[in-house]
């Protein structure tokens, strides 16, 4: 990941999980717990300043062992390959970038 994408996701926490929470695949309507890769929560910095830091939880991506596991078994990425992809897309969010956005510079450091 490019050195100043890392330096602005230092209050993002990083959480590995086997597999995302029943109630967080019912609410993507994801049809299997092994649809989600990963998952951004939180407050996007696009819309931080507009939101009270009160009660607020920390912004958070989380990475589904499990999942990622399996896509990797099935496909012919490295394992590096399909993780920085999960991380760019997630932190992606919290930037509120576009997937053109994500895409270039998933080109940059791929």
Not at 76 to 89: Q, S
Request: net charge negative; with cysteine.
């Amino acid at each position: 990941m490019p050195a100043e994408f890392r330096a602005l996701c230092g209050d993002v926490v990083l959480r590995i999980e086997d597999f995302p929470a029943d109630d967080v695949v019912k609410d993507l309507k994801a049809e299997s717990p092994f649809d989600l890769l990963g998952l951004f929560q939180g407050i996007g910095l696009a819309h931080d300043q507009a939101v009270p830091e009160t009660g607020r939880l920390p912004n958070t991506v989380f990475l589904y062992r499990r999942p990622i596991l399996d896509y990797w078994a099935e496909n012919e990425e490295t394992l590096g390959a399909i993780v920085t992809h999960v991380l760019v897309h997630e932190i992606g969010h919290h930037f509120g970038l576009s997937d053109a956005d994500m895409e270039e510079i998933e080109k940059r450091i791929g």
